[in-house]
T-cell receptor, first 112, second 112 residues
């Protein structure tokens, strides 16, 4: 069975610093997609970044980037220059046939 | 603008009552999903539909029912058989799973 694991229930970072959120997954597929979603206190789920497994190059969206290690089945999210608005739950997900498989989430706290 | 609308935002249910949560999208997406989110937890799939007049059970379908009579609409009924319905419910849609989901803003259901 395909699984997604986020081992950090909570992380904190000082404003303007960099933080990395971890995600590991398990799949027997060779081609798949990985996602990071953000859920701020409003609870609206927002797509942060997406990575195609067959692409070697790590995806980047402004201050958000991923470190994708296919062999290790690792997909971490790096947030640079952390801002107060980055405070949220972050969920890692992977596509699997008919649905996305979700991790349990990491709560990110930004210290001013 | 295209998007997904969930209503109501807050819903209160008495013991033994059925209630229906609305989910409407104007994105022309084929697939629609219902998820349940409990405090501090990830997303659990209740039901999904990949095409009109067809839907499938997810991981926690017991006590819930859905219909998909129109492409735009995917209502979720929480029946009296659902013993612990208090939760946050998210509806999502997708054209291609590899593009990820678009989410509604959610409905908070509370049993009183």
């Amino acid at each position: 069975a395909q699984t997604v694991t986020q081992s950090q229930p909570e992380m904190s970072v000082q404003e303007a610093e960099t933080v990395t959120l971890s995600c590991t997954y398990d799949t027997s597929e060779s081609d798949y997609y990985l996602f990071w979603y953000k859920q701020p206190p409003s609870r609206q789920m927002i797509l942060v970044i997406r990575q195609e497994a067959y692409k070697q190059q790590n995806a980047t969206e402004n201050r958000f980037s991923v470190n994708f290690q296919k062999a290790a089945k690792s997909f971490s999210l790096k947030i640079s220059d952390s801002q107060l608005g980055d405070a949220a739950m972050y969920f890692c997900a992977m596509d699997s046939n008919y649905q996305l498989i979700w991790g349990a989430g990491t709560k990110l706290i930004i210290k001013p | 603008d295209g998007g997904i609308t969930q209503s109501p935002k807050y819903l209160f249910r008495k013991e033994g009552q059925n209630v229906t949560l609305s989910c409407e999208q104007n994105l022309n997406h084929d697939a629609m999903y219902w998820y349940r989110q409990d405090p501090g937890q990830g997303l659990r799939l209740i039901y999904y539909s990949q095409i009109v007049n067809d839907f499938q059970k997810g991981d926690i379908a017991e006590g819930y029912s859905v219909s998909r009579e129109k492409k735009e609409s995917f209502p979720l009924t929480v029946t009296s058989a659902q013993k612990n319905p208090t939760a946050f419910y998210l509806c999502a849609s997708s054209m291609r799973l590899v593009d990820g989901y678009t989410f509604g803003s959610g409905t908070r259901l509370t049993v009183v």
